[in-house]
């Protein structure tokens, strides 16, 4: 069975301060991973893409893969009140599909 | 605006009753999927498309049926094989062959509740 692991939280995280999200998964053939924003009630929303080992940043949000270790991380630097939600981890793991982390809830304390 | 468009919003459904769960896009994307999410578990898959009349069952298809008949829709039933449907639903589309590099676009989501 392969899997997307989250630790499911609550992260909580002082306004201003970077939090840090992190995803492994069991498929060493896993090509990219998708982190998204979901809110209470709503549908997830997609925030970043990656398939390259590395960083990659896209404004307040950095996204990091290390494919040798199979993790996957997504930083929120200055965390606002309004990031409070639960992000999901999605991987390419079975080269057609993506299965989906169970998510990590996040708070940001104002 | 492009988009996916899944209605209703709320659903009840009585014992043994089938419900219909609709999904349209207009974002001429190829494939199309239907997930489940539970409170505190990830999104399963129940059935997905990638090309008009042809689909293939996910994780979790038992107790559900879709058809695609139109590039833009795809419909989801659940049955009343379904012993436990109370649930989000939600339907998701992407270009077929790159949806590694492109991800999902999600519909709103359908709350299906038995009553």
């Known amino acids: 069975q392969k899997e997307v692991e989250q630790n499911s939280g609550p992260l909580s995280v002082p306004e201003g301060a970077i939090a840090s999200l992190n995803c492994t998964y069991s498929d060493r053939g896993s090509q990219s991973f998708f982190w998204y924003r979901q809110y209470s009630g709503k549908s997830p929303e997609l925030i970043m893409f990656?398939?390259?080992?590395g960083d990659k940043e896209d404004g307040r949000f950095t996204a990091q893969l290390n494919k040798a270790s199979q993790y996957v991380s997504l930083l929120i630097r200055d965390s606002q009140p309004s990031d409070s939600a639960t992000y999901l981890c999605?991987?390419?793991?079975?080269?057609?599909?993506?299965?989906f982390g169970p998510g990590t809830r996040l708070s940001v304390l104002p | 605006d492009g988009g996916i468009t899944q209605s209703p919003k709320y659903l009840f459904r009585k014992e043994g009753q089938n419900v219909t769960l609709s999904c349209e896009q207009n974002?001429?994307?190829?494939?199309m999927y239907w997930y489940r999410q539970d409170p505190g578990q990830g999104l399963r898959l129940i059935y997905y498309s990638q090309i008009v009349n042809d689909f293939q069952k996910g994780d979790i298809a038992e107790g559900y049926s879709v058809s695609r008949e139109k590039k833009e829709s795809f419909p989801l039933t659940v049955t009343s094989a379904q012993k436990n449907p109370t649930a989000f639903y939600l339907c998701?589309?992407?270009?077929?062959?790159?949806?590694?590099?492109?991800?999902?676009?999600f519909g709103s989501g359908t709350r299906l509740t038995v009553v």
């Open positions: 990656i398939y390259s080992n």
């Open positions: 998701a589309s992407s270009p077929a062959g790159v949806s590694h590099y492109y991800g999902y676009t």
């Open positions: 999605a991987g390419a793991l079975d080269g057609q599909n993506f299965v």
């Open positions: 974002l001429n994307h190829d494939a």
